[in-house]
């Protein structure tokens, strides 16, 4: 498959087979069938002006939004966020974390958690 960009191909298939992460290095590219539902996790860092906030969106579908917390993702912040979120079905959200102080280039300061199905072939760009 060619989709302007990139080409999706037996050998593309495999070497993200092997990698055994869905993941094609040659290509930059996650591939999934259809069907597949896999959690994005964005984390939020200061950048070189000190802005910490970005609105994401991403094209071709939307996701359920799975909550968010400050600082560096951690599996146990998110499983606890679990037990007290009701997830929302969106297509942009923001995320969002203001240091309480100046903090240095590259610190974590916030994530959130993006679950989303892949329902149809394509190549779905995600921006912010």
């Known amino acids: 498959m060619y989709n302007g960009q990139v080409v999706v191909d037996d050998a593309a298939e495999a070497r993200a087979a092997a990698q055994g992460n869905y993941f094609d290095n040659s290509t930059g590219a ?12 964005l984390q ?17 579908g939307d996701f359920w939004d799975m909550g968010g917390g400050d600082g560096q993702f ?8 679990q037990q007290q979120v009701d997830p929302i079905r969106r297509d ?3 995320l969002s974390a ?3 102080t100046q903090a240095a280039t ?7 958690v ?4 892949a329902k149809s072939k394509g190549v ?3 921006h912010w």
């Open 44 to 60: 939020n860092q200061v950048g070189s002006n000190n802005v910490v906030i970005h609105p994401f969106h991403m094209h071709g």
């Open 92 to 94: 942009t959200t923001l």
């Open 98 to 100: 203001l240091p309480s």
């Open 74 to 81: 951690t599996e146990e912040a998110y499983q606890e966020l």
């Open 124 to 126: 779905w760009m995600l």
């Open 106 to 112: 590259g610190t974590p300061h916030g994530w959130r």
């Open 30 to 41: 996650y591939l999934l069938e259809a069907g597949d539902i896999v959690e994005v996790v």
């Open 114 to 117: 993006w679950r989303w199905e």
